[in-house]
């Protein structure tokens, strides 16, 4: 009897343990740290696909689907294709764009 409680109460530790570590940056849920994973993946995805934008030199962060965009671009037209991708985006709610143009 000892053992199997001793069993449950670790398994309950490890299970409490392993969803605290999943949810970061005073997210809610597992789901909204998913979701946020997933939008920040498409917005890569199409920047890479696009020939204007620098996928390698632009950062793509989202936190409850507010996507923070931050990194250089060669020029304003860059930067501005970079936001409209982000806002066309499924999951996107908002956009934050703080890349910096550097020619």
Known sequence: MKH?????????????????????RDQSTVGEYVDDATVTTRVKA?????????????????????VQLS?????????????????GTPGVKAVKNDIAVRP
């Open 46 to 66: 199409k920047f890479a696909e696009d020939p204007t934008v620098s996928a390698m030199s632009i950062s793509v962060e989202t936190l409850k689907g507010t």
């Open 71 to 87: 990194g250089f671009a060669k020029s304003t037209a860059e930067r501005n294709r970079a936001a409209e991708i982000a806002r």
């Open 4 to 24: 199997t409680a001793a069993t449950l109460a670790l398994s309950g530790l490890l299970a409490f343990t392993a969803v605290g570590c999943a949810v970061t």
